[in-house]
């Protein structure tokens, strides 16, 4: 019965790899959201759904690619792997103003 | 203009002690939010707040939304070792609704 769930947790992949991550939630919101949390811990939101519709895509590269195919689910495609984007992925959800996050998918890129 | 300055970065604090970490800006928001992360897992919310002044507690915990809806301060009563963690404070913008968050205090609590 977890509210915002992603898998897998751990994704170890070789550099040049497309990697996808998924995020699903079950409260019924409407809004999704991918955070990225580096190795500082510094969370940088990088995009957002709502109601199928993307409406903040902040200055990520277009390597990354988020999609949603239906209001519970919000995917993250990565594509040709960087060893930069090594790091903690944060799905999370909002009906008005609180965010409720999943519990993380730590990717290294090798 | 739009970041949240949160400080103290960390803190080293006994057991039993009072904690007290805050969040300011340069911006106003319409929502101050207050979240625990815990070691390998995601950020859980501990307290929202949604109107200026607004003083509300949870257990041990106390937050405030500033007077000028351009800070927020947590505080912690009796520390105990499970409030390791980083807290992380969030606002959220009344211009487009987006969500800032702060850079994260780390806590660190020894018995």
């Known amino acids: 019965?977890?509210?915002v769930s992603q898998t897998p947790k751990y994704l170890v992949t070789q550099m040049g790899n497309d990697k996808s991550i998924k995020c699903e939630q079950n409260l019924g919101h409407d809004t999704m959201y991918w955070y990225?949390?580096?190795s500082k811990k510094f969370l940088k939101i990088m995009f957002s759904y709502n109601n199928k519709e993307l409406?903040?895509?902040?200055?990520?590269?277009?390597r990354f690619s988020p999609k949603s195919p239906d209001k519970a689910h919000l995917n993250l495609h990565i594509n040709s792997l960087e060893l930069g984007d090594s790091a903690v992925y944060f799905c999370a959800?909002?009906?008005i103003e609180t965010q409720y996050?999943?519990?993380?998918?730590r990717l290294l890129v090798l | 203009g739009q970041q949240l300055n949160q400080s103290p970065q960390s803190m080293f604090i006994q057991e039993g002690e009072d904690v007290s970490?805050?969040?300011?800006?340069s911006s106003i928001f319409n929502t101050w939010l207050w979240y625990k992360q815990d070691p390998g897992e995601g950020p859980v919310l501990l307290i929202a707040l949604y109107k200026a002044g607004?003083?509300?507690?949870n257990g041990r915990l106390t937050a405030q939304f500033g007077i000028t809806r351009k800070d927020s301060f947590l505080n912690i009563s009796a520390s105990i070792p499970s409030d390791v963690g980083i807290y992380f404070c969030a606002g959220q913008l009344p211009t487009n609704n987006d969500m800032r968050f702060g850079a994260g205090?780390?806590?660190?609590v020894k018995p």
């Open chain 2, 105 to 108: 205090t780390r806590l660190t």
């Open chain 1, 93 to 95: 959800s909002s009906q």
């Open chain 1, 55 to 62: 409406i903040i895509n902040e200055t990520v590269p277009n």
């Open chain 1, 101 to 105: 996050f999943g519990p993380g998918t």
């Open chain 2, 54 to 57: 607004e003083l509300t507690s």
């Open chain 2, 21 to 25: 970490m805050n969040c300011t800006s």
């Open chain 1, 36 to 38: 990225k949390q580096d």
């Open chain 1, 1 to 3: 019965d977890t509210a």
